[in-house]
């Protein structure tokens, strides 16, 4: 699967609508900074550096997370209708969690996490579209995540702190003493972190169903299918795309 480049202009309004409708001041604005700061890497890095992943593409990274923020919406609707306690959460702390969840793929605030793969035996055998950027120091997804919202004195609370830690389930070895324990009072006292990665865990799925399942039936993805497999989004307003200033990113989405 690719990304054409009005869909992933399209893709970033929508990640920017999310922000301007679920987040409150003051931290809408210190968001819109941050994400406006990053933009062009942003709105162009894949979400995983192996196409057996999922979107290993350019523009798949914020494609992913609009699918998690939007799947987030629907799996709490499930939940609300199944009963649970929605005292303990708010939307806002929902849609902050999906939002950033993955933050800590960008790298940190010189380098960025994924650039392409120069070995191209890694890439024809591997599929390995991207590799590591070695400049950047070693730290989990959800530690940068967390390390970057703070060091751009964007505040979270304790329930997103916990679900953007977690997100990942039991997938993640360091994840057991949130979600292992047989005590009571140690178990979340939120279901947010569960919604988090159930909604994680389905745009993942669908990504890899988008660019596999069909080549395993002996077909190919036509174009109504691909549609069909995004979140509903706004459509793209010619306003906001005239904001896009980057000639770098201007130059890069021409080409696509």
């Known amino acids: 699967m690719e990304l054409t480049a009005e869909q992933i202009q399209d893709n970033w309004v929508t990640l920017m609508s999310y922000i301007s409708k679920h987040i409150s001041s003051p931290r809408r604005g210190k968001l819109i900074e941050f994400y406006n700061k990053y933009q062009e890497r942003l709105m162009m890095m894949p979400a995983s550096h192996k196409k057996e992943y999922h979107?290993?593409?350019?523009?798949?990274?914020v494609d992913h997370v609009n699918r998690v923020i939007q799947g987030s919406l629907d799996i709490n609707d499930v939940w609300v209708k199944t009963?649970?306690?929605?005292?303990?959460?708010?939307?806002?702390?929902?849609?902050?969690s999906a939002l950033n969840?993955?933050?800590?793929?960008?790298?940190?605030?010189?380098?960025?996490?994924?650039?392409?793969?120069?070995?191209n035996w890694?890439?024809?055998?591997?599929?390995?579209?991207?590799?590591?950027?070695?400049?950047?120091?070693?730290?989990?997804?959800?530690d940068r995540s967390l390390f970057l919202l703070q060091?751009?004195?964007?505040?979270?609370?304790?329930?997103?702190m916990v679900a953007i830690q977690i997100h990942d389930g039991l997938y993640d070895e360091a994840?057991?003493?949130?979600?292992?324990?047989?005590?009571?009072?140690?178990?979340?006292?939120?279901?947010?972190?569960?919604?988090?990665?159930?909604?994680d865990l389905m745009a993942a799925r669908i990504e890899w169903e988008i660019d596999w399942l069909h080549k395993f039936k002996g077909n190919s993805l036509n174009k109504e299918q691909?549609?069909?497999?995004?979140?509903k989004s706004k459509?793209?307003?010619?306003?906001?795309?005239?904001?896009?200033?980057?000639?770098?990113?201007?130059?890069?989405?021409n080409k696509l």
Do not use: C
Request: proline fraction near 7%; hydrophobic fraction near 30%.
């Open 226 to 231: 691909v549609k069909k497999s995004y979140p």
């Open 151 to 160: 060091s751009h004195g964007i505040q979270y609370s304790f329930n997103e």
């Open 175 to 199: 994840n057991k003493k949130y979600l292992f324990s047989f005590m009571p009072e140690q178990k979340p006292r939120t279901a947010l972190p569960f919604i988090i990665h159930q909604a």
């Open 83 to 96: 009963g649970v306690d929605t005292s303990t959460y708010t939307i806002e702390e929902l849609v902050f």
């Open 55 to 61: 979107n290993a593409i350019p523009g798949g990274y």
């Open 122 to 142: 890694r890439r024809e055998k591997l599929g390995e579209e991207w590799m590591f950027n070695s400049k950047i120091q070693f730290a989990s997804i959800p």
């Open 235 to 253: 459509p793209v307003q010619q306003k906001a795309l005239g904001s896009i200033k980057s000639k770098g990113l201007s130059d890069m989405l």
């Open 101 to 119: 969840h993955d933050l800590g793929k960008m790298g940190d605030e010189e380098n960025e996490s994924y650039i392409p793969q120069t070995d």
